[in-house]
């Protein structure tokens, strides 16, 4: 092969963005996930969950609501009685209840003010229960536990903010309902045995602290359980999604175990055959252009297979003692005798000794993925710099173009495997990077400006933290191909 070809198999196509028309949609790993536990803030998550959440608030509320007529009806006023004013109470209750429910679901079917919907609901079903409340006991009723309900279902829809203002709802609706009792507003209902009642302050200080009590525990309680459930799901979307990127890793894994000696044989066939015709002596100087366009092309196909083994088959790394300032000067040595090198200044400023504890060889392919796709994004006769220095805890390698930048809606997905926008390339490199670094400990931060370059920052500490990337690459290693074959 000729001199191009790279470094302990560095990575191919680094794929730094220019622009984005080639970039392919992400895929939305929230399609699969529970609209329940999708988090209430999340872009494209909440509105059409919150809209699920309420129809079946609507016909859970108008369930629950028949089912407590009839068992009051048929317990506590021992048979429905028609004429008598509980009966007819708890009537135009249940019928009030079921006609407000129709007008939501009316607003709800317009798909418009969901938000404002759900408080309203809440409200409601404090003033419902406090009703139901009067005629089954007043403070001391049994039924004051259908507030906690309500705050539960508050917690559900809105999170913290609607757990509160169903808590404030049908705290207020209560205290409402004592204080009338206590001042004698509101009487006993005429077919209720008054002695069942707590109609003195004395009798309602207790059953009022309380139930208040239990509401507000209720309120706290289904509030942390909510935000739990939220927390949970965004972890769960999160899982998915890098459960499937393994899963596509897996099968780029076996593709190209039993691609590369198909690819890599010709290649070296092809490369030694135009290496021989081009230093035959024979050829014209157009047919040597020719040639060492062949040969450049077949040593850019292997980085690109190399890439593709890299990315599909982690390693654990083997730590040991690094000197990265050689490993980058070495790289910088090298970048410019090969590919576009000769149109693009490398240039490396840093101190002669940077002891760090890495794998040499995968720190090696850090380095010249980075400064490849510097090289890359930068234009003829532009400077790539590659600077070294320390600060007190950590050395700082920086690599840094002066091309276009990357643009704002690039930058989420930049070490995305397969993600590119360049017409050459497979966006490979970057996130050859990213796996090696996040398996070593080490940060690696962007800086860029359109029109202004980008700065790619990895952070190499003294000591690399204990991570969990052996045991995921153990797990990872069992899916891929367990041999790399030879070129």
Request: glycine fraction near 10%.
């Amino acid at each position: 092969m000729s001199p191009a070809a790279s470094p302990a198999s560095p990575g191919g196509e680094a794929g730094a963005p220019r622009d984005h028309a080639d970039a392919a949609p992400p895929r939305d790993a929230r399609a699969s996930t529970p609209a329940m536990l999708l988090p209430s803030g999340a872009p494209g998550g909440a509105e059409a969950p919150l809209a699920s959440r309420l129809t079946w608030l609507i016909a859970l509320r108008l369930a629950v609501l028949t089912v407590f007529l009839v068992v009051t009806a048929a317990v506590y006023l021992g048979g429905f009685t028609p004429g008598s004013f509980s009966s007819n109470v708890a009537l135009v209750t249940v019928a009030a209840a079921y006609g407000v429910s129709g007008i939501y679901a009316v607003f709800l079917r317009m798909n418009r003010a969901l938000r404002a919907i759900a408080r309203a609901q809440l409200v409601t079903d404090q003033i419902t229960w406090t009703a139901l409340v009067y005629i089954t006991g007043g403070a001391s009723s049994g039924a004051t536990s259908l507030y906690g309900l309500t705050c539960l279902t508050g917690a559900i829809l809105l999170g913290l903010p609607g757990a509160i203002v169903a808590a404030a709802s049908g705290a207020a609706a209560y205290l409402v309902l004592c204080a009338a009792l206590g001042l004698h507003l509101l009487g006993v209902p005429p077919d209720q045995p008054a002695g069942a009642y707590a109609t003195q302050w004395g009798e309602l200080r207790y059953p009022m602290f309380v139930n208040l009590l239990a509401i507000v525990v209720v309120t706290l309680l289904a509030s942390y359980l909510a935000e739990r459930l939220r927390a949970t799901g965004g972890r769960l979307v999160q899982a998915t999604a890098r459960a499937e990127q393994a899963e596509r890793l897996a099968a780029l894994g076996r593709l190209a175990a039993g691609l590369a000696h198909e690819i890599r044989n010709p290649l070296g066939s092809i490369a030694g055959s135009i290496e021989l015709l081009r230093t035959g002596g024979t050829l014209s100087d157009e047919d040597r252009k020719l040639c060492e366009i062949i040969e450049r092309e077949t040593a850019r196909l292997n980085d690109l297979v190399g890439d593709m083994l890299d990315l599909s088959r982690p390693r654990v790394p083997t730590l040991e003692g690094v000197d990265l300032s050689a490993t980058a000067r070495d790289v910088v040595v090298l970048a410019g005798r090969s590919g576009r090198g000769s149109d693009v200044e490398v240039r490396f400023d840093g101190p002669s000794s940077a002891p760090v504890t890495a794998d040499a060889a995968q720190m090696r392919q850090v380095v010249w993925n980075l400064v490849r796709n510097a090289i890359q994004a930068s234009s003829a006769g532009a400077v790539v710099t590659v600077r070294l220095w320390r600060d007190p805890s950590a050395w700082l390698l920086e690599i840094r173009d002066k091309g276009r930048g990357i643009p704002a809606g690039a930058r989420d997905r930049l070490f995305d495997a397969f993600f590119t926008t360049r017409t050459h390339g497979m966006g490979i490199g970057l996130a050859v990077v990213k796996r090696i670094l996040d398996d070593h400990g080490f940060a690696i931060e962007v800086d860029s400006r359109e029109g202004e370059g980008t700065a790619f920052r990895v952070r190499v500490p003294d000591r690399p933290p204990e991570s969990g990337g052996a045991e995921r690459l153990a797990v990872a290693a069992e899916l891929s191909p367990r041999s790399r074959p030879a070129g």
